[in-house]
């Protein structure tokens, strides 16, 4: 049995597999993609070239033989479809992950409002609308202790 490793990406210790070789990275996904990352850079930088050429020869079938993506786009709908589908899901992905800190915040307060419950209608009502009022009035800027406090539920101030 190897013994405990440090993780390059994440610096969590973890238990290696004992198949494999020594590992850089832990299980979790985003240090492995961390981690195919890094050696997929390093690949490129050591083969420049590896890419070249590829759009070129593409753009120049696609002239000799006009018309047929559009062919292929009727006569394969249920692709199509499934195509754009995917698509419109990685477009999301990404837009998520490019969100700003402060769009998180704001985020995470609204979250924290519609989740608010209590006995009194008229007070959970008043601490919801005193709540939206809050975040539209002014944003507050982003702080390192908004991302300290990142789990625990957004403090809605009791207005009687």
Not at 7 to 22: E, I, Q, S, V, W
Not at 131 to 148: H, K
């Amino acid at each position: 049995m190897r013994p405990i490793q440090h993780c390059h990406y994440c610096g969590r210790d973890f238990a290696p597999d004992h198949r494999g070789r020594t590992p850089k990275a832990c299980a979790r996904k985003q240090c492995r993609k961390a981690r195919h990352d890094q050696a997929h850079r390093r690949y490129v930088q050591a083969n420049p070239n590896i890419y070249q050429g590829f759009y070129p020869k593409t753009r120049q079938w696609l002239q000799e033989h006009p018309g047929y993506l559009r062919d292929y786009r009727k006569t394969h709908s249920d692709y199509v479809a499934a195509d754009n589908a995917a698509r419109r899901r990685r477009h999301a992905r990404s837009k998520a992950r490019r969100a700003d800190i402060q769009d998180e915040i704001r985020r995470r307060k609204i979250e924290a409002i519609r989740g608010l419950r209590g006995a009194d209608i008229q007070d959970v009502m008043r601490r919801q609308i005193d709540g939206v009022l809050d975040l539209m009035a002014y944003p507050a800027p982003a702080d390192i202790q908004d991302s300290i406090d990142a789990g625990r539920p957004w403090p809605v101030p009791y207005s009687p």
